[in-house]
């Protein structure tokens, strides 16, 4: 970031590596990072705290109302989006997603606002996976190919 200030980097990681820690450095420095991990489904999202007034009292809040998880809103969403993307090694694959934002909060630490995709393959081996990014504007079908 230093040597670049102008750019923008595009950070990807894989399970070990998507930490709220790492995902907070990445949000504190979203004008030059953006991060894309594997997620966890059943994380604990948050809406933002609410906004104090003159007249409240006590420690600000550190987060808002809580949402409902990752794994939670699959449950509920009956209709999914239908894509087409770039998967491993070039090939291509129809994919269904379940996408949706929050702030991610872990006991002690800072919020960190995420865009989550859940990522049903139906064409290769099948199997789930969920991936979130520090980007909120990012598409569903880049966050997938990252």
Do not use: N
């Amino acid at each position: 970031m230093r040597w670049f200030p102008a750019r923008q980097f595009i950070v990807v990681g894989d399970t070990g590596y998507g930490t709220s820690e790492t995902a907070r450095f990445c949000g504190k420095h979203r004008r030059h990072l953006r991060w894309v991990s594997k997620f966890y489904r059943d994380a604990a999202l948050y809406a933002p705290p609410p906004p104090r007034t003159h007249r409240t009292m006590g420690r600000p809040r550190l987060k808002g109302q809580k949402l409902a998880s990752p794994q939670e809103v699959v449950a509920q969403t009956p209709q999914r989006m239908r894509l087409t993307v770039t998967w491993y090694g070039g090939g291509i694959r129809d994919i269904e997603v379940v996408t949706g934002t929050g702030h991610w909060y872990r006991i002690g630490e800072d919020l960190v606002e995420v865009r989550w995709v859940y990522v049903h393959d139906g064409t290769g081996t099948p199997r789930d996976a969920y991936f979130f990014t520090t980007d909120i504007t990012m598409k569903p079908p880049q966050i997938v190919e990252y």
